[in-house]
């Protein structure tokens, strides 16, 4: 008979046991029962031609993903405009599938549905044909591998079990920054044997980039918050997660004593992490003069704006960040971790537009080096490589893309 430790180990494996299979009758009864006779149920009604449906998958509140298409649709026409907000990874399952029951019985009867994250519920959906469905995606260029592309990686699930439960489909349009990363959306959304899904037609939320009314509000609300940075260079630390989403970590590696010491004569520091991280890093009050985190405070977009250096590892803003062709640094300082839990579409060193940095010491020794070492022909050919239909348009082509001829039918007189 088991005692003491071991049969709490024992007791423990049953109950893991148990549980695991649990998870996969609900999942099989959720998406092969549940979600998809709920859709047929209410796809009984008549198409709505003037019904628009955003989806966030994750975000509380409609995102920068979306904001453009959103707002110029509910200004300017006169389309039935609905938001759904999942929480996936956030919120207890049984608040999440009401969440998701709502978003299924309201695009049943949608001509256009925007997404901006991947979803396993609207994927199983046995979509009627005449739906328009679009992925804004919420990540310009490609960087980080996801979807199909990391099956069987740390970070992602196994092949069998994301062929049989895609969480990349229904789409009709899927839009991308240029025409170098098409491959890599076809890889990773499992759409290598589908025709002229994925289009380079631009990122929506980058037309901002080209607005110089939005660049002086954006100096405006960063001296609001932090008053010291006028007159004073901006270096930006935006760094991506480490972990899984509902447990994101950031990284704490800047020995900030160095930093200050070394920079706050000529610069300011501002730390934005990314929104799935719910515990950050405290900055000392002793260098509230040079640092500040600002997650909270101002958007990546004013950000990116205001910046003059950016340091970030291996997020996607730094497709973004090549629009203004200014310096960037790479702090990767756990490259290798990294790259076994996620991995990357291109390789790293040959891909980056600025020097990789294992330490503090040599990100220190590169911010002060950036005004003889900035290679800015570098940035300018990443740019034009993987940003080339960002031009400040990209909004207006999407809406024809989905929309077509119905934008004039329905704009507002």
Known sequence: MLTGWRRTIYKSHIYQFFLKGAKKLYRFYSFRIMYPRLYKKYSAK???????VFIEVRMP?????????????????????STHFLHMSFSRWREYERYCKKMVIDVADAKYVFLNDSSNVFSCLPLRKETVVTQLWHACG??????????????????KTLDKYPYHGNYTHVTVSSPEVVWAYEEAMNLRHEENIVKPVGISRT??????????????????????????????????????????????????????EALKRNYVMLFKHHPFVKNRPVIDNAFSDFARDVTEELSIEDLLFVSDICISDYS?????????????????????DYFDWRGFYYKYDEFVPGPIC????????????????????TVTQFKERYMSACDGHATKRIMRLVMGDSLEKMRKK
Do not use: H, W
């Open 46 to 52: 008549e198409i709505d031609e003037g019904k628009v």
């Open 61 to 81: 509140e409609i995102s920068d993903n979306f904001r453009y298409i959103y707002d110029e649709l509910k200004n300017n026409y006169t389309y039935k405009i």
């Open 142 to 159: 490609a960087f980080k591998k996801f979807g199909m592309s990391i099956a069987e990686l740390k970070f992602g699930d196994d092949k």
């Open 207 to 260: 037309d901002i980039f080209y607005d110089p009314e939005m660049k002086k509000l954006a100096f405006d609300r960063l001296y609001s918050v932090f008053p010291q940075a006028k007159g004073k260079k901006i270096i930006l630390y935006a760094p991506t997660f480490r972990g899984r989403v509902a447990s994101a970590k950031t990284p704490d590696e800047f020995d900030m004593q160095m930093m200050n």
């Open 316 to 336: 996607s803003l730094v497709f973004e960040y090549s629009l203004f062709e200014r310096p960037m640094i790479f702090f990767a300082y756990d490259l290798e």
């Open 358 to 377: 294992r330490s503090g010491k040599e990100v220190l020794d590169c911010i002060k080096a950036v005004e003889t070492d900035f290679d800015k022909d």
